[in-house]
């Protein structure tokens, strides 16, 4: 009898795209996939490890799963960041988890679960010329996956630890699999990895304005970038984003902080003044910029912390995610002194948060009366109006927009003239 499988995917878009490879070789293997929680008979929790508070989500959401082993749920399996960086501790503390998977074993998984029932190994299947993923975002986007691991060190992280050293994705590969994306009808790729902008250096046989290029080939409507280190946004890649019409205008470039001492205490390779030139390099483009900044770094001073402030008042970035330094044991600015206290590190993530907002309230106010380009993704039924983005937004982490209109299809592009806002987001109507 064909075993039936719930994946529980927790953490990043990366993490989605290890979710999707998973879920092929699943498939694969002759296993029923279901989002039935309670009728699955083995539960995979794949997990990330990032933070403090991803972990405490992942250990949460771990030992909910494990409560489905009092109905149909058979067998209970943990996989990704969590148990590369923390197996053995997991053994130990976790004894209703059935197996570990690391980052690197996705691939391994059928295999895993036939040991578990002990049953005996399979001829492993020819690997087709298909998808080697089972896309789970909505038809209209796709994540793709251009590397894994990180080369950049950054003294509060622990990605180098669990995902290992950077490593490129074969340029023939993504072209491949870009293909069959485009096949299945998606209109927007978005590239993903620890550091896009670091594609190919550790290959020296392609870049990532050289991939860019090519995949502008297929028919997709939109190409956008993410997670682009500031240092490696380079005169040539503004300028491929300016004059590619299928590239977003558009690019989310972290920065962490502004701060000189923090950032070289941070093992950033920026300066504050380079951030500075590189974000009016963009706006003067038209690029909109979506970046992140930690409060609360140890030793970080109210002058410090002015500093980044003056900076989001200033440059005014069109998204900013803000989040607290995580204490990570095994990284560098663990053992740092001057660690500084949680009360203080909430007050300055809302500061920013507030700066931010009134930026944002900025924006909104002098698009009003303008028409934009809205791809159409949800209906809120709350608000009795359907929901979209522009080219400006990426799915689930930024603005959205609220309109009305007699009909549209999801995954459509349509025209709607701004009327208002509320909070972050545009409210418009569809333009006739």
């Not at 900076?311 to 663990?334: D, L, M, N, Q, W």
């Not at 053992?335 to 924006?363: D, F, M, S, W, Y």
């Amino acid at each position: 009898m064909t075993k039936s499988v719930g994946v529980i995917t927790l953490g990043c878009d990366k993490n989605r795209v290890d979710t999707e490879n998973m879920l092929y070789y699943l498939a694969r293997g002759g296993y029923d996939l279901t989002n039935d929680y309670e009728s699955a008979q083995i539960l995979i929790v794949n997990t990330c490890a990032f933070i403090e508070s991803a972990r405490k989500e992942g250990i949460e959401t771990i030992l909910s799963a494990a409560r489905y082993k009092d109905g149909k749920c058979e067998k209970l399996i943990v996989t990704g960041c969590l148990p590369q960086k923390h197996r053995a501790e997991l053994i130990f503390g976790l004894p209703e988890v059935d197996a570990f998977l690391g980052t690197d074993e996705y691939a391994s998984i059928c295999s895993v679960i036939r040991s578990l029932y002990g049953e005996n190994e399979e001829e492993e299947r020819e690997q087709s010329a298909e998808l080697p993923r089972l896309v789970t975002t909505p038809q209209h986007y796709a994540y793709l996956k251009i590397a894994e691991g990180c080369d950049n060190f950054c003294t509060f992280c622990t990605i180098p630890s669990i995902r290992g050293k950077y490593r490129s994705r074969s340029e023939e590969a993504l072209l491949r699999e870009a293909a069959a994306l485009a096949e299945q009808g998606v209109k927007e790729l978005i590239l993903v990895a620890q550091d896009v902008t670091r594609y190919g250096t550790d290959t020296n046989e392609t870049n990532l304005v050289s991939l860019l290029k090519k995949l502008s080939a297929f028919p997709f409507a939109s190409l956008r970038l993410m997670y682009c280190y500031p240092e490696l946004v380079s005169d040539e890649l503004i300028a491929e984003i300016v004059s590619n019409p299928k590239i977003a205008k558009y690019i989310d470039v972290p920065i962490q902080h502004i701060d000189d001492t923090l950032l070289k205490r941070m093992n950033r390779r920026s300066t504050g003044e380079q951030i500075k030139t590189l974000f009016r390099k963009l706006k003067e483009n038209g690029i909109a910029v979506r970046t992140t900044v930690m409060v609360g770094f140890p030793q970080e001073t109210e002058e410090a912390f002015e500093n980044l402030c003056a900076f989001i008042r200033t440059y005014k970035p069109y998204h900013v995610g803000v989040f607290a330094y995580s204490r990570e044991e095994g990284t560098p600015a663990y053992k740092l002194k001057g660690q500084i206290p949680l009360k203080v590190k909430r007050q300055r993530v809302n500061t920013v948060g507030a700066l931010h907002l009134k930026n944002r309230e900025e924006t909104c106010k002098a698009l009003i009366g303008k028409t934009l380009t809205v791809l159409y993704e949800d209906v809120d039924y709350k608000r009795k109006m359907f929901v979209g983005r522009t080219q400006y937004d990426a799915p689930e982490i930024d603005t959205k927009v609220f309109f009305t209109a007699d009909f549209v299809d999801v995954g459509e592009y349509y025209p709607v003239r701004i009327t208002g806002f509320d909070g972050y987001d545009l409210i418009g109507v569809k333009a006739e």
